[in-house]
């Protein structure tokens, strides 16, 4: 079984994926998951890839996002617990299963709704993400009518899943993100 990396989650994804939005919003949740890989001292492109390919069933079954994870990635070389992971993020909203139990899981159910505020507020910024501060972020992140679809009480419950202070996930989302700014626009 070949490690999952971002070169091959980029293949895998256009395999499944044609809108524009969801090949940016890939880039920016493996962009977070490769500064949460470098926190927690892990495989930085394994993280990236799984991060990159975490929706890769939501444009063919957005009402049933992580239910066809498994079929479209069988036969493709993924390991089962990257397969798992990518399951994962779901859980609670639209599956049951796989509880996130790894770094790995809990950061890719962290990052994902956290990266869309990270975006809002680096879209209506001059500078984009150049010298974003956590203390800022914070504060779009406590008005619930900016970027109302991004769900805080999961961003929140997934930090202590992890055991981590919002701020500092917030902080290792910026970086990653800061490093692909040219690519996500930002």
């Known amino acids: 079984m070949a490690k999952l990396t971002r070169k091959r989650a980029e293949e ?111 879209r209506m910024r001059p500078e984009r993400l150049d010298g974003m501060e956590v203390k800022s972020l914070k504060k779009k992140f406590k008005d619930k009518r900016f970027a109302a679809k991004c769900n805080r009480a999961l961003i929140k419950q997934g930090c202590a899943m992890l055991g981590m202070e919002l701020g500092d996930v917030m902080a290792c989302c910026i970086q990653g993100m800061q490093a692909h700014a040219e690519e996500l626009g930002l």
Request: charged fraction near 25%; aromatic fraction near 8%.
């Open 12 to 122: 895998l994804l256009r395999k499944h994926t044609t809108e524009e939005h969801l090949f940016t919003h890939a880039a920016a949740v493996s962009a977070a998951m490769g500064a949460m890989a470098e926190h927690f001292g892990e495989d930085k492109d394994h993280w990236e890839g799984v991060g990159y390919l975490h929706d890769v069933d939501y444009e063919e079954y957005p009402d049933e996002h992580c239910h066809h994870v498994r079929e479209l990635l069988a036969g493709e070389d993924v390991d089962d617990a990257d397969i798992a992971a990518i399951i994962s993020h779901g859980w609670g909203i639209t599956v049951d299963e796989p509880e996130p139990t790894t770094p790995l899981m809990k950061s890719l159910y962290t990052v994902d709704e956290l990266t869309g505020i990270i975006q809002a507020y680096a």
